[in-house]
């Protein structure tokens, strides 16, 4: 059966024209109107051309005029500051494009100028804020400034003490300032704050229980891992430091699921396979073990594919 869609009828000079139907823009004019939508960015008139690339990017059949009119639409939507345009035609590129080198360059400067621009607007706006101290907090601490971080965090604690994270950022700090051999006590009590704040943060389960690992505390790290990944059954690190602190303590057969786990939700990295082959050899399992180094090698080489037998 034919739908009866409504017609719209155009009246011209010459008489009347039939066959656009209405409240939809055929593709070959959508193709028109980008074409001359990216001949004024290209001649500087973005302001004329954003609103064309808005309107006919998402109506474009040809891939490869589609490529070119998102980026000119995202070229255009950051020269005018427009954030909602720019970040519709970075989503729309990196969804149709994924693998497109120029796509994943364009994505990460403008993201990267987004965020800059965002965090401008954010000191700018509400410079008292503790987000606006939060966030200059994470500068120090990208930086390696650790006592400028805690410095800050534990300001906005201190009028903010139930904030959600600021006590695992401060903890997050603290570790790295004390180094692979430093003192983890007062890291390990703003992680415990934590957790009073945010009860189900599958990070700081995740933390402790690799502070207890390191430390030879099975069983607290067992717990805090097992606690991790039934926060978050998708934290596949979880699984690993749940293994691995089995097979410490000398539990291999047990420490085969939470191996597999991790093997199954991280393919390609060589130490889950290379931690199941230990695991099934010291379980009996044979065969296990042989394919898992197998495939240990395998993900190693596709790591460094020029270091292959080394």
Not at 112 to 117: D, K, N, P, T
Not at 141 to 157: F, N, P, Q, V
Not at 268 to 276: E, R
């Amino acid at each position: 059966m034919r739908s009866h869609w409504p017609v719209l009828v155009i009246v011209s000079a010459g008489g009347l024209l039939f066959g656009q139907t209405a409240g939809k823009q055929a593709p070959a004019d959508s193709s028109a109107v980008a074409e001359r939508a990216l001949k004024l960015a290209e001649d500087g008139r973005c302001q004329e051309a954003l609103p064309l690339l808005n309107r006919a990017v998402p109506r474009l059949a040809d891939k490869q005029l589609l490529h070119r009119a998102a980026m000119g639409q995202a070229r255009c939507a950051m020269a005018r500051e427009d954030a909602q345009s720019a970040v519709s035609a970075l989503m729309l590129l990196k969804r149709e494009f994924p693998s497109d080198p120029e796509v994943l360059y364009i994505c990460v400067h403008y993201f990267s100028e987004l965020a800059a621009r965002t965090s401008q607007e954010l000191a700018a706006k509400a410079p008292s804020s503790f987000q606006a101290r939060r966030l200059e907090a994470e500068a120090f601490e990208s930086h390696g400034k650790w006592d400028e971080a805690a410095g800050m965090y534990r300001g906005i604690l201190k009028q903010n003490p139930k904030e959600p994270g600021i006590h695992y950022r401060l903890g997050q700090v603290l570790l790295a300032k004390a180094g692979d051999s430093g003192p983890t006590d007062e890291a390990r009590a703003e992680f415990q704050k934590e957790l009073e704040v945010d009860p189900r943060n599958s990070a700081v389960e995740f933390t402790l229980g690799e502070l207890d690992r390191h430390a030879g505390h099975l069983d607290d790290a067992l717990r805090h891992f097992t606690r991790a990944s039934q926060i978050d059954p998708e934290f596949a690190e979880a699984y690993l430091g749940l293994g691995l602190s089995l097979a410490a303590a000398n539990r291999f057969a047990d420490a085969v699921k939470p191996f597999e786990t991790y093997v199954k939700m991280q393919p390609d990295d060589p130490t889950g396979h290379y931690q199941l082959a230990v695991a099934y050899g010291r379980s009996g399992n044979r065969e296990g073990a042989m394919r898992e180094a197998a495939a240990q090698k395998e993900a190693a080489a596709r790591q460094h594919p020029g270091g292959a037998g080394h």
